[in-house]
């Protein structure tokens, strides 16, 4: 958003505001809006076949930083001010959208990793959490996500540990163009961390092709016939 898009935005939702607490007063109502998350259009990756072994990989719930889990949509209005729309908000609960798109998009995206649904037992499962820091819109006109994800192994042991920082220019001004621009972000972060855990599954594959001992076929072993020694 621009800074005048911002100023208008501050004072659009202070003017609302203050009708909605007269119009409380007069029996009338203010129109509230609520977004959900656009839907990601993710062709399906062709998995490994059934009999080549996929890890199990369970997805946790995403943490959001305290001030990203109320219900109206955050707008950052300078380096170090944030505010909550009161009439703009999220239809469902933000993390429950961000963890679900984030599992449909592993699955759709992984090639090595067979994604748990919810409620599957994870007790053999690698597994993937995210905490996010930032998540809304900017004054400089951009939809911002930043946050660091983890992978770890079965026994919880740290595999990975990267940073999440995306952020993608809104096409135009307003709610809906910043929720389409926030959802198109979280899609970019779902794709690098598919990338992420495809290359340290490959990586780790050949490391251990690379570590196996070489067998010396059984007819190596076998001693010379009496004709070879003679």
Not at 58 to 86: D, F, H, K, N, R
Not at 136 to 141: I, K, T
Request: one cysteine or more; glycine letters at 6%.
């Amino acid at each position: 958003m621009t800074t005048s898009l911002a100023t208008h935005l501050l004072r659009s939702g202070a003017a609302l505001s203050l009708l909605a607490l007269l119009s409380g007063c007069g029996g009338g109502a203010v129109d509230m809006h609520y977004y959900n998350l656009p839907s990601a259009n993710q062709p399906p990756l062709q998995k490994q076949t059934a009999a080549q072994s996929r890890t199990p990989l369970s997805v946790a719930p995403i943490t959001l930083s305290s001030y990203l889990s109320g219900s109206g949509i955050v707008y950052q209005t300078s380096p170090v001010e944030y505010s909550e729309a009161q009439l703009n908000l999220w239809a469902d609960d933000l993390s429950e959208q961000l963890t679900s798109q984030l599992r449909d998009s592993l699955d759709q995206r992984l090639g090595y990793a067979e994604v748990l649904p919810t409620g599957a037992d994870t007790s053999n499962a690698q597994r993937v959490a995210i905490k996010l820091s930032q998540f809304q819109g900017r004054y400089d006109g951009k939809a911002v996500i930043k946050g660091r994800y983890q992978l770890y192994d079965a026994s919880q042991h740290t595999l990975l540990d990267k940073p999440i920082d995306v952020s993608v220019p809104l096409k135009k001004d307003g709610y809906e163009a910043l929720v389409s621009a926030l959802g198109n972000a979280w899609q970019q972060v779902a794709q690098q961390i598919a990338v992420t855990l495809d290359g340290h599954a490959a990586a780790t594959q050949r490391k251990a092709a690379a570590s196996k001992p070489i067998l010396v076929g059984e007819s190596q072993l076998q001693k010379p016939a009496d004709s070879e020694r003679q």
